[in-house]
């Protein structure tokens, strides 16, 4: 296993449009975190998962955000309507269930909306 | 809600100075507390962690103990090198509450030769 991979790297859209990221979790693991970085900002947690059941959202997560993982697997976060406040880093990170496990973080899309 | 504050940054060092960089939580359970570290260019990385009150977490030379009555998890090295060089954030999770991490700000060390 190679670690926690995200897709795409960097993302650039107009206002407006819409976008969806990928995740691809280290295969054990049965949790999947979403943060959003802005620069000079520590990572801010949006919504997590266990296996395929999404147990938790952010009020950071406006409705224009949607994040899935269909049978426990990868996960999509889809932003609607971008707008500019949008653009950061955004991470994904996978851990297995157990209190104080390490969570395994992939290298982030960095999303810019002009 | 649980939060996590940290010495702000940039903190810039000598090879071979002794390092501190003070974090301090808030959180209402019996969080686990981390130190993550972002090396330019990279993923954040796990350095260390401590699941409970008096345990210390060690790696690459770095150190910090969890302490309950002081609500601290002060990151120590006593020798940094120019490879240290990075941002390092502090973070806590509850697994009551599904293990997400909260993060404090981050703090950027720059270690000079």
């Known amino acids: 296993d190679t670690g926690v991979s995200q897709n795409p790297r960097h993302k650039i859209t107009k206002r407006g449009q819409n976008v969806t990221f990928r995740c691809d979790p280290i295969?054990?693991?049965?949790?999947l975190y979403w943060y959003r970085q802005t620069l000079g900002q520590g990572p801010e947690f949006l919504t997590y998962?266990?296996?395929?059941?999404?147990?938790?959202k952010s009020r950071l997560l406006s409705d224009r955000f949607s994040a899935e993982r269909p049978k426990g697997s990868f996960s999509t976060l889809e932003i609607q309507r971008t707008e500019q406040g949008d653009s950061a880093m955004y991470l994904c990170?996978?851990?297995?269930?157990?209190?104080?496990?390490?969570?395994?973080f992939g290298q982030g899309t960095r999303l810019t909306v002009v | 809600g649980d939060s996590v504050t940290q010495m702000e940054g940039p903190v810039t060092l000598s090879e071979e100075a002794f390092l501190t960089i003070n974090c301090t939580y808030t959180?209402?359970?019996?969080?686990?507390l981390f130190w993550y570290v972002q090396y330019p260019g990279e993923g954040l990385q796990l350095l260390l962690k401590?699941?409970?009150?008096?345990d210390k977490g060690s790696n690459k030379g770095f150190e910090a103990t969890y302490r309950k009555e002081t609500t601290s998890f002060h990151l120590e090295k006593g020798s940094v090198q120019v490879s240290d060089s990075a941002v390092y954030f502090c973070?806590?999770?509850?697994?009551?509450?599904?293990?997400?991490?909260?993060f404090g700000q981050g703090t950027e060390l720059s270690v000079k030769p």
């Open positions: 990170a996978s851990s297995p269930s157990g209190g104080g496990a390490e969570a395994f």
């Open positions: 295969s054990e693991h049965n949790r």
């Open positions: 998962f266990q296996n395929e059941a999404q147990l938790e």
């Open positions: 959180a209402t359970g019996y969080p686990s």
């Open positions: 401590a699941t409970k009150a008096d």
């Open positions: 973070a806590l999770s509850d697994n009551n509450q599904g293990g997400k991490l909260i």
